[in-house]
């Protein structure tokens, strides 16, 4: 199984703007996962994009895979306080289990 | 609110104790799993089961096991409890057809563990 490593580590920004954050990953997948931890809570997962996938949108939620690279960013427009979270990524092959990072933790400052 | 549930939300328990965490997955699942989140290991996958059966292991300890249930509800037994054993312990689940650990995974609110 694969660990996707999330950056930064860490994002702050103020309401209202853009937040980018990447994920890369070392070995061919099937498909990536994107989910969100808010403060001592579950996670809940954001979209999932499939390997013949290069863009994925949700809402204000745009997602991009570039398999060549490995690697994955999410983009979150119009940023808001309940953004604020923690943000993994989990690449997935065949039957692996879902393996996370340490995640980016981000800001939304008002 | 996911649909998965957990109990309790808190625990406090000494070092040495052994304690039972339960989950409750979405109606209609079949896959079950279980993760411990703590400052230091971030979050880390300790086990799958599939509609009654152990399906994936990960980073779990021997003095931890788990169950799944014919109703599908799983539990998560911990015992002689160490303090570094204290963290978040997530339940999730999915409707995993094949048992697939690639399926969308719909968490529970956590139970969170304290060892004194």
């Known amino acids: 199984s694969q660990q996707g490593e999330e950056d930064p580590q860490a994002l702050s920004i103020q309401e209202g703007e853009n937040a980018t954050m990447n994920c890369s990953y070392k070995?061919?997948?099937?498909?990536l996962q994107w989910y969100r931890q808010n403060s001592g809570r579950g996670l809940v997962h954001l979209i999932l994009?499939?390997?013949?996938?290069r863009e994925k949108h949700s809402g204000r939620l745009r997602v991009t895979l570039d398999t060549s690279k490995k690697s994955s960013s999410l983009l979150i427009t119009a940023s808001r306080a309940a953004d604020t979270a923690s943000y993994f990524c989990?690449?997935?092959?065949?039957?692996?289990?879902?393996?996370f990072g340490q995640g980016t933790r981000l800001t939304i400052n008002p | 609110d996911s649909g998965v549930t957990q109990t309790p939300k808190h625990l406090i328990t000494a070092t040495g104790q052994r304690v039972t965490l339960r989950c409750s997955p979405r109606?209609?699942?079949?896959?079950v799993y279980w993760y411990q989140q703590s400052l230091d290991q971030g979050l880390q996958f300790l086990i799958q089961?599939?509609?009654?059966?152990?399906?994936a292991k990960g980073n779990i300890l021997e003095r931890f096991s788990a169950q799944q249930f014919p109703d599908l509800h799983s539990e998560l037994n911990l015992s002689s409890l160490e303090l570094g054993d204290s963290a978040l312990y997530f339940c999730?689940?999915?409707?995993?057809?094949?048992?697939?650990?690639?399926?969308?995974?719909?968490f529970g609110p956590g139970t969170r563990l304290l060892v004194l």
């Open positions: 999730a689940s999915s409707v995993a057809a094949s048992g697939g650990p690639w399926e969308t995974q719909y």
């Open positions: 989990a690449p997935i092959q065949g039957a692996q289990k879902l393996v």
């Open positions: 994009i499939r390997s013949n996938e």
């Open positions: 070995t061919s997948i099937n498909n």
């Open positions: 089961y599939y509609n009654g059966e152990e399906r």
């Open positions: 109606s209609g699942d079949l896959s």
